[in-house]
């Protein structure tokens, strides 16, 4: 037993820290963690699992027009804000309590306040309380971003939009990330008029070219006004209550909502760090190791706050990683090549490895193939959307080292399909394959 309290004292009780603070656990180390909101951070209260049921609950709008092509008479069918609204909170409320069970099981204290660093091996609760661990670990993930112009404060962040009182009619979406691209595509389903707009001349930048292209032509075939090259000048907000964005060359959009989602910072500011000796980048992110270890050798930090790759399962493996190599005897790193990734935007896309620019600009010898398709549901139900299955190969062998969808359920299908990429397969491998007939995902081993 050492001199301190808790062998391990973790800040931020989201996805890395819960997983870091279970597995340390289980290697019999003493653990606490503090959480000054809500236990489950971004993802489960306030990110990727409530805005994935809004996501489905966005898609009935479509399904139910759809359906009467299957035969379905839908007349009367309506929807309530409030319903979805207050289930989808309901939902969160119970995984909020099933993530504290977890901690609790593995007799993790928590403490559900504020904790900053005072030390290399001691930590300060607002409440007053001093503490002392062998280590700490700082997973206090992201914040949403806002702008520095004038009136930025009468727009909504993430964090916000999913306790709105009532939609609005019309809605702004700033920003061209996952974010800004999810939202735009449930509001516009549950019948806002909604802009997107962004200051650059692309959206979803790190994704195939060509998937996003086709993804800014649906969404503007549904009814999503797409603007590139938008500057914020000035957000005013009028007696009404509706807001006046005010933008370079006069060009002004009227909005009862503006969203915010221009990206997230990571959370280290007022935590203590700096003044402790911990090294903090330009943008605010904790610069650590291989090891998640920051400069000082008892402070790590894993998750968003690093901002080496803010996405949920990548916070969890690198905690579990941290734990393991402390207190589980047993040395780890995370692999940040080839990881997957999905924007369920409507319809949604999906990538891993390379896009085909970043394969021609970096390897010999590159080929794409390609499909373009109507999903068979899609043709019944006389909706003109095409889905794109496109694999990239690179050498004599043509090892596949990139996969990009855009279409139903893209998510779901490259998951399994990311594993053949991981293991550096090729595309031989992928003909030899029987192909899954009727389905979308045969398109993968049938690409010409």
């Known amino acids: 037993m050492s001199d301190f309290e808790y062998d391990l004292f973790v800040i931020g009780a989201g996805s890395g820290g819960v997983r870091a603070s279970r597995i340390a656990a289980s290697h019999g180390a003493r653990v606490a963690i ?19 049921l809004l996501v489905y609950g966005s898609h ?35 995984l909020e309590g099933l993530y504290g069970q977890t901690l609790g099981d593995n007799n993790v204290e928590i403490f559900r306040e504020r904790a900053i660093v005072t030390g290399p091996n001691s930590i300060k609760l607002v409440s007053g309380r001093e503490i002392t661990a062998a280590n700490i670990l700082v997973a206090t993930g992201a914040w949403p971003s806002m702008p520095d112009i004038p009136g930025a404060g009468h727009g909504i962040t993430s964090n916000e939009v999913f306790s709105l009182p009532a939609l609005p009619k019309r809605a702004v979406i700033a920003g061209g990330g996952y974010i800004a691209n999810e939202f735009a595509g449930i509001f516009n389903e549950l019948g806002v008029e909604v802009t997107l707009i962004t200051r650059g001349d692309r959206i979803l930048r790190g994704y195939d070219q060509e998937i996003v292209d086709r993804l800014v032509e649906i969404s503007r075939h549904k009814g999503i006004d797409v603007r590139f090259g938008y500057r914020f000048d000035e957000v005013e907000k009028r007696d009404d209550g509706s807001l006046l964005i005010k933008g370079g060359g006069g060009e002004d959009i009227e909005t009862d909502l503006l969203l915010w989602a221009i990206g997230r910072t990571p959370h280290s500011n007022a935590l203590g760090l700096q003044e402790v000796g911990v090294e903090l980048a330009d943008d605010g992110s904790i610069k650590v190791g291989a090891d998640n270890r920051t400069k000082i050798p008892s402070i790590y930090a894993v998750g968003d706050v690093t901002n080496r790759v803010q996405l949920t399962p990548v916070a969890i493996r690198e905690g579990h990683a941290f734990a393991d190599t402390v207190f589980g005897e047993n040395p780890r790193t995370v692999d940040y090549d080839c990881i997957p990734t999905a924007v369920f935007s409507n319809p949604p896309i999906a990538g891993v490895g390379m896009t085909e620019a970043d394969a021609r600009a970096k390897l010999d010898d590159v080929k794409v193939y390609k499909s373009d398709f109507r999903a068979m549901k899609n043709v019944l139900a006389d909706r003109n959307e095409r889905a794109i299955y496109k694999m990239v190969v690179a050498g004599p062998d043509e090892k596949v080292v990139g996969l990009h969808l855009i279409g139903p359920d893209s998510g779901e299908i490259l998951q399994a399909a990311a594993i053949a990429v991981k293991a550096g397969l090729t595309k031989r491998d992928f003909d030899d394959t029987v192909a899954l007939h009727p389905s979308m995902a045969e398109e993968l081993v049938l690409l010409k």
């Not at 503090?34 to 994935?52: N, S």
């Not at 008479?73 to 409030?82: E, I, K, L, V, Y």
Request: hydrophobic residues 40%; proline residues 2%; contains cysteine.
């Open 60 to 94: 009935f709008a479509e399904d139910l027009a759809d359906a009467r092509r299957f035969g379905w008479d839908t007349d009367g069918a309506s929807f309530d804000w409030n319903v979805l609204r207050d289930n989808v909170a309901a939902e969160v409320n119970r």
């Open 34 to 52: 503090a959480e000054e909101h809500r236990v489950g951070g971004t993802c489960v209260i306030r990110g990727c699992v409530p805005k994935k």
